[in-house]
């Protein structure tokens, strides 16, 4: 069976919210991306709550970071693009072709995101 990248590129993604239910998988987004030593591929969209995103950034630095520092070396981690969306039902955006209109909701002590 050939990869799964080479067959079904997984181009854009939506989260939700940023529990663990909804993130721990973005540590292996790296297995369905094109390989490459360098880590010079197009990058996969995640468009996310700014709320979302800082959590993100606390549990998964090294896949918000975006340059290496002197002396790092390379390491193989998915490569993703970040992209902001309002928790307002009046600003809709676009992914995957698709127009999706977010929909705040209380969870818990969390606002999430339905579309
Ligand atoms: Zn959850």
Redesign the pocket.
């Known amino acids: 069976m050939p990869p799964l990248s080479n067959t079904h590129p997984l181009r854009q993604i939506v989260l ?7 993130v721990l998988g973005l540590d292996d987004i790296r297995a369905v991306q094109p390989y490459s030593p360098t880590n010079d591929i197009a990058p996969t969209a995640i468009y996310l709550s700014q709320e979302a995103m800082d959590s993100v950034g606390v549990k998964f630095p090294y896949l918000v970071q975006k340059k290496l520092k002197e002396g790092q070396e390379v390491r193989r981690v998915a490569q993703l693009d970040w992209k902001i969306i309002e928790n307002d039902c009046k600003k809709p955006f676009v992914a995957s072709g698709l127009e999706l209109v977010p929909l705040p909701v209380s ?1 818990t002590t ?1 606002i ?1 995101t339905q579309f």
Not at 16 to 22: G, L, P, S, Y
């Open positions: 939700t919210h940023e529990h663990a239910d909804a969870y969390s999430f």
